[in-house]
């Protein structure tokens, strides 16, 4: 064999596949070029075997999708190399001259070297190498033998078996996938919905007998004409798709990824509306593919299934006139039950709900009902019987959020709520949301029922006690139902929603004080979040202005209830024990105003917090003397800005060491032990607060909120909250390495430096692909506080390491002075809030220049993510 003759084959190979790729360019037809990828990889391998022969009697078989004659452009080649016995030492080596040979033309080979008892003993270990074996194709050898493993492969195949086999696979494929097809970067080939779906279906039906192709599955009663045909659309589809992503990626990719949906939706034509990106249109189309596939699937597992392990029909149980249990499964007693009375296509669900014993729906009514989905016009919403029926969905006590999910996907409620159906499928490239719009929303109802179980208490334990005392709480699943309705649409999504909830409780009869209340709850379902999160607490006008913005227990508590199960619901990254504790207090705040207590003017508040810190300090031993010594240094502003229990901590570990030698650092963790309580108490300097942000960032702690309080003899009495990475386990042993470290590196001034450097560079590196794919414009603003020379600086951006080090020195190059830092982290993305000052507020040129610097700041932090 001579290496030219190699690499003449090679190239013929190469152009064979090129040819073919332009070919599809040209006609877009998937199987035309995966039967001439296959074609062209069996004629080189072919070829190859005349170089490289196989041992005496052996057999090149084609396995798993090349076997089943489809080969996408960067797929590796599934080989089966089959011999009669156990090799020699001269079967060996030519075995391993022709793999070798495999890759110097250009090949991936994927290959296994068995004997047919080999191969049965693999096959009954593991399905997935039955089910590749199961489609192999002789490419060359010996053909006695191939007919025998083909022999031996069939007369082992037990239908049952396999069946179940294939459906337990099937389901722990769904469960790495979430159980979801609305993955933001599906894989097309293996999640829910996608090609495995379609291809297991037709290994299910193949080895039942019940034929290979759709027609053929159709023609044997498993699936109607029109669902042939819609599958078999699909299929071409996902295979078009599967395609395009190992073109436009060069190799081979499955997933659909963030980096590679604006060039698919260029390759498809797509263009961008005037509120949605080219990419969120095309993903919208991706999981309607998905959502009718899973959907027919789930029919045709059924089917098959029953087909296979038949029981007696004697065995049904009559629920209603129209219903019947048949086996723990909800069966229409008439085929056209639903095309005679669409008024049964909303009681369907609600039987489920309103009988435990049900566990699904039979494969009958699950076709039926996706088929009466049309039925659903604008004359069976507007009828007064169906409008009540979908109301006592939402209203009953189990099994709302698996009947709305089963609604959804079979297209119903999209069909019933048609402002639904904008949002299903449509992403969120918001840097936080992590689920499609339409599964956040069943998401957040999910979360609000789980307050209302006894066995999720633990986990929510205020909500889970207000909510049990909350009358008619199925109002706050109509107001998460709307919550988020208008993403999409262009302008704000929170009073368009409102407007929508107010049509739907009108049309649907509430009651005026229930509609008001979903009404008010989509119209700020993100204010408490906002308040909680970016105002301070301590600030009693903060909490009266938002009373007042709530106006009564009722409206608070539903607000409270509903951001709870929002915030939860956007992404497991996105909630902490930090957050919960902010909307804690503020829900406790804002009752005690409802309730009738006043929060009072500042000297009230003042005398209230000097009184609860004094008795604390003297529970733990601290005489008065000794603590007026210490509070003596400290002004108002610190007072209002720190609860009595921070006071009384700072208290007990500062009153002895008013003017320090060296830098007092104290860490202890958090009440709801997530995160880490910070300290600093040292001399001032300016870039104190960069040096202290610096030291974080190289930890890789993210503050979620900072308080700066100079004394009155110039030291600087700090308190952060840190979260720590999820990696560290012992946050006790975290704190008094913090204690250490940040107090070592303050009171030596080069290390001080030093870490401000690294915080710099630490600033640089990383940054997840999401926010790199879909940067945040960043938004600055700056407005004065018009009760004192205070100002009130917001920004957004995308998150990365380093940022708060970075605006921090912005501060230190403009002289301003911070005096606390809200900073709210939401996945990706950033919402800090700052109360600063500085003469450089006070004139508008050096204004201008100070707000043209932290929007380079965060522009460049844009940049670098594109």
């Known amino acids: 064999m001579r290496q030219t003759d190699l690499s003449d084959l090679r190239d013929r190979l190469r152009n064979r596949r090129a040819a073919a790729i332009a070919q599809f360019r040209e006609h877009l037809r998937p199987d035309t070029l995966l039967g001439d990828l296959r074609r062209a990889t069996d004629h080189a391998l072919r070829e190859l075997l005349k170089l490289c022969p196989l041992p005496a009697g052996a057999t090149l078989a084609a396995v798993g999708g090349y076997g089943r004659g489809e080969l996408y452009p960067y797929s590796d080649v599934d080989l089966l190399l089959l011999l009669p016995d156990a090799p020699g030492p001269a079967d060996e080596s030519a075995l391993e001259r022709l793999v070798a040979a495999l890759w110097d033309i250009g090949l991936e080979p994927g290959h296994s070297v068995r004997t047919i008892a080999q191969c049965k003993i693999e096959a009954d270990a593991d399905i997935t190498v039955e089910t590749s074996l199961l489609e192999s194709r002789w490419l060359g050898g010996s053909r006695t033998l191939m007919r025998q493993f083909e022999q031996a492969m069939q007369d082992r195949l037990d239908a049952g078996r396999f069946f179940q086999d294939k459906r337990v696979e099937m389901q722990q494929r769904h469960a790495r996938y979430n159980d979801t097809p609305y993955s933001l970067e599906p894989n097309c080939k293996e999640s829910p919905g996608g090609l495995r779906d379609l291809q297991v279906i037709l290994w299910m039906s193949r080895a039942a007998g019940f034929g290979d192709s759709w027609r053929a599955i159709a023609r044997n009663g498993l699936l109607t004409d029109t669902e042939a045909r819609d599958l078999r659309r699909a299929e071409q589809a996902f295979k078009r798709l599967r395609i395009e992503l190992h073109l436009l990626s060069g190799r081979r990719e499955d997933r659909v990824l963030f980096d590679l949906q604006p060039g698919l939706a260029q390759v498809y034509g797509i263009e961008a509306t005037a509120t949605r990106r080219a990419s969120e249109v095309l993903m919208q189309r991706y999981y309607w593919a998905a959502r009718l596939v899973t959907q027919l699937n789930t029919i045709l597992v059924q089917n098959v299934e029953e087909r296979l392990f038949p029981r007696p029909l004697d065995d049904a149980h009559e629920i209603d006139e129209d219903f019947r249990n048949l086996h723990g499964r909800l069966d229409i007693r008439l085929d056209d039950a639903f095309e005679r009375n669409p008024t049964l296509v909303l009681r369907a669900f609600l039987t489920m709900q309103q009988h435990p014993e049900l566990t699904s729906m039979s494969a009958r009514t699950l076709r039926a009902l996706w088929h009466a989905r049309d039925r659903i016009d604008a004359q069976f919403r507007d009828n007064p019987v169906n409008r009540k029926l979908f109301l006592q969905i939402l209203q009953q006590p189990r099994g709302i959020v698996h009947e709305l999910r089963r609604m959804t996907m079979l297209n119903i409620l999209p069909r019933y709520l048609p402002v639904f159906r904008h949002i299903v499928g449509q992403m969120q490239h918001d840097l936080f949301h992590v689920y499609t719009v339409d599964q956040h929303t069943l998401a957040v109802i999910r979360n609000l029922r789980r307050f209302t179980m006894p066995e999720h208490a633990q986990e929510y334990p205020l909500a889970s006690q207000l909510i049990s005392s909350f009358d008619r709480h199925w109002v706050l699943y109509v107001a998460a139902l709307f919550h988020d309705i208008a993403k999409g649409r262009g302008g704000d999504h929170s009073e368009l929603g409102a407007i929508d909830v107010r049509q739907f409780a009108q049309d649907?009869?509430?009651?005026?004080?229930?509609?008001?209340?979903?009404?008010?709850?989509?119209?700020?379902?993100?204010?408490?979040?906002?308040?909680?999160?970016?105002?301070?607490?301590?600030?009693?006008?903060?909490?009266?202005?938002?009373?007042?913005?709530?106006?009564?227990?009722?409206?608070?508590?539903?607000?409270?209830?509903?951001?709870?199960?929002?915030?939860?619901?956007?992404?497991?990254?996105?909630?902490?024990?930090?957050?919960?504790?902010?909307?804690?207090?503020?829900?406790?705040?804002?009752?005690?105003?409802?309730?009738?207590?006043?929060?009072?003017?500042?000297?009230?508040?003042?005398?209230?917090?000097?009184?609860?810190?004094?008795?604390?300090?003297?529970?733990?031993?601290?005489?008065?003397?000794?603590?007026?010594?210490?509070?003596?240094?400290?002004?108002?502003?610190?007072?209002?800005?720190?609860?009595?229990?921070?006071?009384?901590?700072?208290?007990?570990?500062?009153?002895?060491?008013?003017?320090?030698?060296?830098?007092?650092?104290?860490?202890?963790?958090?009440?709801?032990?997530?995160?880490?309580?910070?300290?600093?108490?040292?001399?001032?300097?300016?870039?104190?607060?960069?040096?202290?942000?610096?030291?974080?960032?190289?930890?890789?702690?993210?503050?979620?909120?900072?308080?700066?309080?100079?004394?009155?003899?110039?030291?600087?009495?700090?308190?952060?909250?840190?979260?720590?990475?999820?990696?560290?386990?012992?946050?006790?042993?975290?704190?008094?390495?913090?204690?250490?470290?940040?107090?070592?590196?303050?009171?030596?001034?080069?290390?001080?430096?030093?870490?401000?450097?690294?915080?710099?560079?630490?600033?640089?590196?990383?940054?997840?692909?999401?926010?790199?794919?879909?940067?945040?414009?960043?938004?600055?603003?700056?407005?004065?506080?018009?009760?004192?020379?205070?100002?009130?600086?917001?920004?957004?951006?995308?998150?990365?390491?380093?940022?708060?080090?970075?605006?921090?020195?912005?501060?230190?190059?403009?002289?301003?002075?911070?005096?606390?830092?809200?900073?709210?982290?939401?996945?990706?993305?950033?919402?800090?809030?700052?109360?600063?000052?500085?003469?450089?507020?006070?004139?508008?040129?050096?204004?201008?220049?100070?707000?043209?610097?932290?929007?380079?700041?965060?522009?460049?932090?844009?940049?670098?993510?594109?």
């Open 508 to 866: 649907h009869g509430m009651d005026s004080e229930d509609a008001e209340l979903a009404e008010f709850l989509v119209r700020k379902h993100l204010l408490m979040s906002t308040v909680a999160q970016k105002r301070d607490l301590s600030d009693p006008e903060v909490v009266r202005g938002f009373a007042q913005a709530v106006g009564d227990e009722r409206h608070l508590t539903a607000l409270y209830l509903l951001t709870v199960a929002d915030i939860r619901g956007t992404s497991p990254k996105v909630w902490n024990a930090w957050k919960g504790k902010l909307l804690e207090d503020l829900y406790r705040l804002t009752l005690a105003v409802l309730g009738g207590a006043r929060p009072g003017d500042a000297n009230t508040v003042l005398a209230q917090r000097r009184e609860e810190a004094a008795r604390l300090t003297r529970l733990a031993g601290l005489r008065d003397d000794a603590r007026d010594a210490f509070w003596n240094q400290l002004d108002v502003a610190y007072f209002l800005r720190h609860d009595a229990a921070e006071i009384a901590w700072h208290t007990r570990h500062l009153y002895h060491r008013v003017n320090p030698g060296e830098p007092v650092v104290k860490v202890r963790p958090t009440e709801q032990g997530e995160g880490l309580q910070v300290m600093v108490y040292t001399r001032d300097t300016p870039e104190l607060f960069a040096a202290i942000c610096g030291y974080f960032g190289m930890r890789n702690m993210s503050i979620q909120d900072a308080r700066i309080h100079t004394t009155r003899l110039g030291w600087a009495l700090d308190s952060f909250i840190v979260l720590a990475p999820d990696h560290v386990g012992n946050l006790r042993a975290q704190a008094t390495l913090v204690e250490h470290e940040l107090a070592s590196r303050l009171a030596d001034t080069a290390s001080a430096a030093q870490v401000e450097q690294q915080g710099a560079r630490y600033g640089s590196s990383r940054q997840s692909r999401l926010s790199r794919i879909f940067p945040i414009r960043p938004h600055v603003e700056l407005q004065p506080d018009e009760r004192s020379k205070s100002w009130r600086l917001s920004l957004t951006a995308t998150d990365r390491p380093g940022l708060l080090h970075g605006l921090a020195q912005v501060f230190n190059e403009h002289g301003i002075n911070l005096q606390t830092a809200k900073v709210m982290t939401l996945g990706d993305r950033v919402e800090d809030v700052f109360v600063i000052d500085g003469s450089a507020l006070e004139h508008p040129r050096s204004q201008l220049r100070f707000e043209r610097s932290i929007i380079e700041l965060l522009s460049d932090g844009a940049k670098r993510a594109a």
